[in-house]
């Protein structure tokens, strides 16, 4: 059920029950980070394996340091500047942290949303939500209510509805080993905004078998519809057909309105992150027996959002 009363979902979450909530990336299906039983239930709800770990979500760095060995410098200075926002912590745990929440790993993902609706909820409850996005394993993450409802409606508690999610890409994951930082996924926060704070990082490329972050799977975002890249060379070959295109610009003249799925007309590299998803899933219901997207280009969310159509494409076509 969809609604929009945070005790309500405060009282389901004591219980140990599980909720759709939104942040400002996408929608996270949530439960007390520190309750197993109500952690597997996000697992199952999933469907998702049970080693590849969760981000646990607080209402601020006082909230976390319980859980945390300690926080380094460099995290103090991103989270001075970017938290609440869209960047996660890599950081040492403490053993108030399930090894569920982990997979066993000693480290523990960190983050702080910008989102008032999940932030009142954060700071009535006073414990830790951990929350992956809301959607089945290996599909399209979520960015509103309704395609939480659409998926995982009938294996949840409630849904808290707080509108679209204003940023439409999952956060930026950063750690540290052996003292070089380490973005592990590209998110919500830019590369080059990192770097102006705390200087060069290493940043790892999508792998299907990345030990550290073995969620980063090479389908993670895969819709149901084959999905090839749209560019000059693949769109004068095939373009005949019921396909769908999922376009960054202004809509081709050549093709049918109707099976097009706009990004942002005016090529804002925001814009399109914030629909990414949405028009992916709306081009998966399209009906279509393939569909073709444009690439983005590469600064600011460009490359979190290209990222994302490389794990979508169907592997081997590439
Ligand atoms: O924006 C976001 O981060 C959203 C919203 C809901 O907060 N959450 C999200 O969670 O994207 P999820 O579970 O879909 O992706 C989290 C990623 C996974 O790839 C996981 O493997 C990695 O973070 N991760 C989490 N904890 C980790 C840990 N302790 N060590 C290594 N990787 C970790
Ligand atoms: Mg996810």
């Given at each position: 059920m969809i609604g929009t009363d945070i005790s309500h979902a405060v009282r389901i979450l004591r219980e140990g029950g599980i909720v759709g909530v939104p942040t400002e990336t996408v929608y996270g299906l949530a439960a007390v980070g520190i309750l197993e039983e109500a952690v597997l239930k996000i697992f199952e709800a999933k469907g998702r394996p049970h080693f590849d770990p969760l981000i646990l979500h607080f209402d601020g760095i006082e909230s976390?340091?319980?859980?945390?060995?300690?926080?380094?410098?460099?995290?103090?200075?991103?989270?001075?500047?970017?938290?609440?926002?869209?960047?996660?912590?890599?950081?040492?745990?403490?053993?108030?942290?399930?090894?569920l929440v982990t997979a066993g790993?000693?480290?523990?993902?960190?983050?702080?949303?910008?989102?008032?609706?999940?932030?009142?909820?954060?700071?009535?409850?006073?414990?830790?939500?951990?929350?992956?996005?809301?959607?089945?394993?290996?599909?399209?993450?979520?960015?509103?209510?309704?395609?939480?409802?659409?998926?995982?409606?009938?294996?949840?508690?409630?849904?808290?509805?707080?509108?679209?999610?204003?940023?439409?890409?999952?956060?930026?994951?950063?750690?540290?080993?052996?003292?070089?930082?380490?973005?592990?996924?590209?998110?919500?926060?830019?590369?080059?905004?990192?770097?102006?704070?705390?200087?060069?990082?290493?940043v790892m490329e999508r792998s299907s078998s990345n030990p550290v972050s073995p969620g980063l799977l090479l389908s993670h975002y895969a819709p149901r519809?084959?999905?090839?890249?749209?560019?000059?060379?693949?769109?004068?070959?095939?373009?005949?057909?019921?396909?769908?295109?999922?376009?960054?610009?202004?809509?081709?003249?050549?093709?049918?309105?109707?099976?097009?799925?706009?990004?942002?007309?005016?090529?804002?590299?925001?814009e399109a992150a914030k629909n990414l998803f949405k028009c992916m899933r709306e081009a998966d219901a399209g009906g279509h027996d393939q569909i073709f997207i444009h690439r983005v280009p590469n600064h600011g969310l460009g490359p979190a959002i290209n990222d994302r159509i490389q794990r979508a494409l169907h592997s081997g076509d590439l």
């Open positions: 976390a340091r319980p859980y945390l060995r300690e926080v380094p410098i460099w995290a103090q200075l991103l989270y001075q500047h970017f938290s609440p926002g869209p960047i996660s912590f890599l950081l040492e745990k403490t053993a108030l942290v399930p090894d790993l000693p480290r523990v993902a960190i983050r702080f949303p910008d989102h008032a609706v999940l932030q009142d909820l954060l700071t009535q409850l006073q414990l830790p939500l951990a929350a992956p996005s809301a959607n089945p394993f290996g599909y399209i993450s979520p960015t509103t209510a309704e395609h939480v409802e659409a998926q995982l409606g009938s294996k949840i508690d409630y849904i808290l509805d707080g509108g679209p999610c204003d940023i439409g890409v999952e956060s930026t994951i950063i750690g540290e080993e052996e003292g070089q930082l380490i973005v592990y996924r590209k998110g919500g926060i830019p590369i080059e905004d990192i770097t102006a704070i705390v200087g060069p990082v290493k519809t084959p999905l090839r890249v749209l560019n000059e060379e693949t769109f004068s070959n095939t373009n005949k057909g019921n396909f769908g295109y999922i376009i960054f610009g202004p809509a081709l003249e050549e093709i049918s309105m109707k099976d097009q799925y706009l990004l942002s007309p005016k090529r804002d590299i925001k």
